[in-house]
T-cell receptor, first 113, second 111 residues
Framework: DTAVSQTPKYLVTQMGNDKSIKCEQNLGHDTMYWYKQDSKKFLKIMFSYNNKELIINETVPNRFSPKSPDKAHLNLHINSLELGDSAVYFC????????????FGSGTRLTVV | LAKTTQPISMDSYEGQEVNITCSHNNIATNDYITWYQQFPSQGPRFIIQGYKTKVTNEVASLFIPADRKSSTLSLPRVSLSDTAVYYCLVARRDSSYKLIFGSGTRLLVRP
């Protein structure tokens, strides 16, 4: 199936831990994103990578570090997790030259306890 | 990026046509209007995108007046499965392409 897939789907961890969320897209898109959706359901962009190059960094704490090993992957590493990091994290991809918008993954629900 | 304003919630019944209007008074010449749908526990899903006049696909129609300061998403004959949050967004399609989501419109379709 062509899609944006992210793993894991659920992640429960203790404060202070370091965790990673992986994202892969097989759509051939050149741009990938990370969004955070908090408990109030607001979706906020965090990062954007275009052809492995960081192009958007929306004042996210430097505990969050995206890594794009290639055009099809954008992983999110989070250091020293805090309670406020609990949210659903969505990966997405797009091809600017196409008219089909973003394709989002199904989300990773992160719970910090 | 232009800010969008849309109703917080709407109610409808199965089989009715639903029109959700969004205002984007500060839309720029290079901006496109895009609508997304989000079900609980899922990522947003692209519905439709337009620049001006009318766009129609198998899911919805998008009406954009000449001044482009508003747009209307039209969902024909909604069903219970159309209950979701609908987001209206304005974005510039260039290398800094990013979608800024507002609070969306929570559509509840009743039997």
């Amino acid at each position: 199936d062509t899609a944006v897939s992210q793993t894991p789907k659920y992640l429960v961890t203790q404060m202070g831990n370091d965790k990673s969320i992986k994202c892969e897209q097989n759509l051939g898109h050149d741009t990938m994103y990370w969004y955070k959706q908090d408990s109030k359901k607001f979706l906020k962009i965090m990062f954007s990578y275009n052809n492995k190059e960081l192009i958007i960094n929306e004042t996210v704490p430097n505990r969050f570090s995206p890594k794009s090993p290639d055009k099809a992957h954008l992983n999110l590493h989070i250091n020293s997790l805090e309670l406020g990091d609990s949210a659903v994290y969505f990966c997405a991809s797009s091809q600017v030259t196409e008219n089909y918008g973003y394709t989002f993954g199904s989300g990773t629900r992160l719970t910090v306890v | 990026l232009a800010k969008t304003t849309q109703p917080i919630s709407m109610d409808s019944y199965e089989g009715q046509e639903v029109n959700i209007t969004c205002s984007h008074n500060n839309i720029a010449t290079n901006d496109y209007i895009t609508w997304y749908q989000q079900f609980p526990s899922q990522g947003p899903r692209f519905i439709i995108q337009g620049y001006k006049t009318k766009v129609t696909n198998e899911v919805a129609s998008l009406f954009i007046p000449a001044d482009r300061k508003s747009s209307t998403l039209s969902l024909p004959r909604v069903s219970l499965s159309d209950t979701a949050v609908y987001y209206c967004l304005v974005a510039r399609r260039d290398s800094s392409y990013k979608l800024i989501f507002g609070s969306g419109t929570r559509l509840l379709v009743r039997p």
